[in-house]
């Protein structure tokens, strides 16, 4: 079954598609013994560990503010309050998320270019099914 090419021209249709940062892909050539792609997601790992260390960074700062606010004398705020402010950060970045979630369908592209190319595919699948005499239907 031959594939049918795609077009790369058109990236506004495959932005939710992982792709190598600019600027890793700019340094893969500089890793000393490493070539393209590997150098690539070499770099790649570095990039999301460093996000990840960013993150656990960010989060024990929040920690240390909340605990902080725990022990303080005389308190600041009532304590109900502060006792229910992880369960208040989590509803928030529920509700960011959703907000996210939604804004991306708003404005998710149209491709008329790959709905074609798709239906061309499923037609050389089912010719293909059908010409080896195979029904995916049956149990």
Avoid at 33 to 55: D, F, I, P
Avoid at 94 to 122: N, R
Wanted: glycine share 4%; with cysteine.
């Amino acid at each position: 079954m031959k594939m049918v090419a795609r077009d790369e021209s058109h990236n506004d249709c495959h932005i939710f598609l992982p792709r190598p940062l600019p600027q890793l892909r700019a340094h893969s050539a500089d890793l000393p013994g490493s070539t393209g792609q590997a150098a690539a997601n070499s770099l790649y790992k570095e990039h999301v560990m460093k996000q990840v260390w960013r993150l656990c960074t960010l989060a024990l700062a929040v920690l240390a503010l909340w605990i902080a606010l725990l022990n303080q004398q005389p308190p600041l705020f009532p304590q109900q309050i502060i006792l229910t402010l992880p369960l208040y950060a989590v509803v928030v970045l529920g509700c960011y998320g959703l907000a996210m979630v939604g804004y991306g369908l708003m404005v998710f592209p149209t491709c008329p270019q790959e709905a074609v190319l798709l239906q061309k595919d499923i037609a050389e699948a089912k010719e293909f099914l059908q010409r080896n005499q195979i029904d995916i239907f049956r149990s």
